[in-house]
């Protein structure tokens, strides 16, 4: 079976963050026998030469200088922070269809399609010349669902489309997988991100939360945008240290950097807030050992997007780490309160710090619920099983596409 996914990004370079979910699947799909590659558009002209092993397409569609409509953050972020982009949008849809129709004649069997919104174009361009043979999945993660209900409803006839006009719809949780079904009511399979599972046993533990007088290390990972809800931890943090002394490891990069300094220095707890911007996987791995708490205080944002499902929590999970999150979007479908990790209402500052003093004061507790965490993401979020519920997904779309052909 000849794959290609259709994504708005992909490494760069060795170590480039982005989509590590997207790299492990379609390596995972290969080593599986599947021919997958990949389609994404150009940066600054490049890659030269690809850091994975994976074939990838890569398409250009402006000059060098200007090729930086994505990859650094998402398209919409690039045009609401810097609106000339906008102007490139037109040329990026013409040569990713351009491209898209070129490999249909080559012959796919299927185009898994991430973020159908704009990405569908590409998936139909490759149908239509592939005379109508290649199948179309459309996978949705939420975010471009949010655009369209709250900031572009005049796109919703577009979004209608790309829902119908799929051979299969899937989507990254069941809050999303419900959002879908609201504009087109149509089957739509759930299938999460996998979650890397690192063996816990002999894995370090910090001896914080048994040592009531030691201060309890809290770590978020992420992308440091509105929606991640940091300053919000960040505030929580300057009132859980009136109780017990505490301090937060904040490992990535983005735009809402300042807000985050400006609000530690506000609420007096900026010695206690340590921000490591982008780490390698090797140092990512020890800032997990090395917590006491991992913290996903997601909010809904201005555009009405939140967590589409937070794979970080699964990280955490994985590592055996006591996890606590906002009551939000995916997050659901990750953390039951109390039994996998705990829940606090999204934005409420005290309330988070109350639910932290809460897992700090009780060590065994936590770590109970700590290794019924990792239990379930062994179980509900392999790669074993998220392989095996994609490829039925392509083995439906495939017979939909079969379907309409005869």
């Given at each position: ?44 002209g ?72 704009p990405?569908?174009?590409f ?77 816990a ?33 960040v ?8 109780r ?46 090395e ?43 990750v ?42 993401a062994?179980?509900?979020?392999s ?24």
């Amino acid at each position: 079976m000849r794959v290609v996914h259709v994504a708005t990004a992909f490494p760069r370079h060795d170590g480039d963050p982005i989509t590590p979910w997207l790299v492990e699947l379609v390596r995972r799909q290969r080593q599986a026998g599947i021919d997958a590659s990949v389609l994404a558009p150009s940066y600054r002209g490049g890659p030269r030469v690809e850091p994975t092993e994976i074939p990838v397409h890569r398409f250009r569609y402006a000059p060098r200088w200007l090729e930086t409509l994505t990859h650094d953050e998402s398209v919409p972020d690039r045009i609401r922070h810097r609106p000339g982009f906008s102007t490139l949008v037109p040329a990026y849809l013409a040569a990713g269809r351009r491209a898209a129709a070129a490999l249909g004649r080559e012959g796919v069997d299927l185009a898994h399609v991430h973020w159908p919104m704009p990405h569908a174009l590409f998936g139909a361009a490759m149908r239509r010349s592939s005379g109508g043979r290649t199948a179309v999945l459309s996978s949705f993660y939420s975010v471009e669902l949010n655009w369209v209900n709250h900031r572009m409803p005049w796109l919703r006839p577009f979004l209608e489309w790309t829902i119908r006009s799929a051979d299969g719809v899937t989507a990254i949780s069941t809050p999303t997988a419900d959002a879908v079904r609201r504009v087109v009511d149509r089957p739509v399979t759930v299938i999460p991100y996998a979650a890397p599972l690192p063996d816990a046993r002999g894995r370090p533990r910090r001896p914080a939360l048994d040592d009531p007088k030691a201060p309890v290390r809290l770590l978020f990972v992420g992308r440091l945008v509105e929606r991640k809800g940091v300053e919000v931890l960040v505030r929580a943090l300057a009132r859980l240290r009136h109780r017990r002394e505490a301090e937060l490891v904040i490992v990535g990069t983005g735009s809402r950097e300042g807000n985050i300094t400006r609000t530690a220095a506000i609420e007096g707890v900026t010695e206690q807030v340590h921000l490591r911007g982008f780490v390698d996987s090797d140092q990512l791995a020890r800032e997990y050992d090395e917590c006491d708490i991992f913290v996903l205080p997601a909010i809904v944002d201005a555009r009405g997007d939140t967590e589409g499902l937070g794979v970080v929590l699964l990280e955490a999970m994985a590592c055996e780490r006591p996890v606590v999150a906002s009551r939000a979007g995916g997050i659901l479908d990750v953390v039951q309160h109390g039994v996998t990790g705990w829940l606090a209402d999204p934005g409420d500052a005290e309330v988070l710090a109350d639910v932290l003093e809460s897992v700090a004061a009780d060590p065994d507790r936590a770590r109970e619920v700590a290794a019924q965490g990792r239990e379930v993401a062994a179980r509900r979020f392999s790669w074993d099983r998220i392989l095996a519920q994609t490829e039925k997904a392509y083995e439906s779309a495939l017979e939909a596409r079969s379907g309409t052909r005869t």
